[in-house]
């Protein structure tokens, strides 16, 4: 049961906010995503951490997705989805279900955390923005929290060392309403998910690379420059040696590299 204190139909009373919901709308207009579902994205579930199993084994003797949980999914060079494109998603604990579900990390919106919960004075000076966490279920303003916490909290699941994630609104607006959780607290709209065979099907395209996930990286201040970070552990561009004969004299600036997973091509420019 949620705290009293934080009854969870004041917390989604925001749903019937024309203001809110056009700003949820702009947002997924943005991204390119208020059309048909993009990739990655499944029928939405109406909470990731209750949906029933779907059977034990493998269907048609296909293996498992190697474990996710904690990893960093980091979108490759040549993913064409708007909604993906550049995005780091945590993957999350599966508990329940076959669905593997994630949260984008590095897409902060213009969605401040007070505009999810208008009814809460306390969060009133909150400046926070809201993270675009993926298009299931972003445009009904589904949220989520990433925080850390040493002590364990209720309605929360361990996602690794001190990481939890909750999708309960009355923990998420407990923990805003919290000066002290600021900078270790991020809140979401939305989240990502595939089943299994979708999943493994992406990855064997190149369409995502697997990186450790970290606190430091999820709680960064700077989360324009995760993805370009991790991308070039993942995908780095290849080194041009260029002939003093042909470089000489020129710029660094003229010497271009297109990388790309299936097409690696170089580009050496001089002056007209």
């Not at 009293?4 to 139909?9: E, G, K, L, S, V």
């Not at 990655?40 to 199993?53: C, I, L, M, V």
């Not at 209720?154 to 607006?173: E, S």
């Amino acid at each position: 049961m949620a705290d009293a204190r934080y009854p969870i139909r004041r917390a989604m009373k925001m749903r019937s906010f024309p203001a809110l919901a056009a700003l949820l709308f702009a947002l997924l207009t943005s991204l390119g995503g208020v059309g048909p579902e993009g990739q990655g994205n499944k029928p939405p579930a109406d909470n990731p951490q209750s949906e029933k199993p779907q059977g034990g084994k493998p269907e048609n003797g296909k293996p498992q997705p190697a474990k996710t949980q904690g990893q960093f999914l980091v979108a490759s060079r040549g993913l064409g989805d708007p909604l993906f494109q550049e995005s780091v998603v945590l993957m999350l604990p599966i508990k329940e279900g076959s669905l593997l579900v994630g949260l984008i990390v590095n897409k902060p919106s213009k969605i401040k955390v007070h505009d999810l919960f208008p009814d809460s004075p306390g969060l009133e000076a909150n400046e926070s923005l809201v993270y675009f966490g993926g298009p299931v279920d972003a445009r009904v303003g589904a949220r989520s929290a990433i925080f850390r916490s040493k002590m364990p909290p209720g309605k929360a699941t361990q996602v690794f060392g001190d990481v939890w994630v909750t999708f309960d609104p009355g923990v998420i607006l407990a923990l805003a309403e919290n000066v002290q959780q600021a900078s270790h607290l991020r809140v979401f709209v939305g989240r990502a998910q595939w089943d299994p065979e979708q999943f493994e099907g992406e990855v064997a395209a190149g369409a995502w690379h697997s990186l450790p996930g970290g606190a430091d990286s999820i709680f960064t201040t700077l989360p324009e420059m995760l993805w370009p970070t991790l991308i070039e552990r993942a995908e780095p561009r290849p080194v041009v040696q260029c002939p003093p004969q042909v470089c000489s004299g020129l710029p660094p600036s003229t010497v271009l590299l297109d990388a790309r997973p299936a097409d690696w091509r170089r580009k050496i420019t001089g002056p007209a």
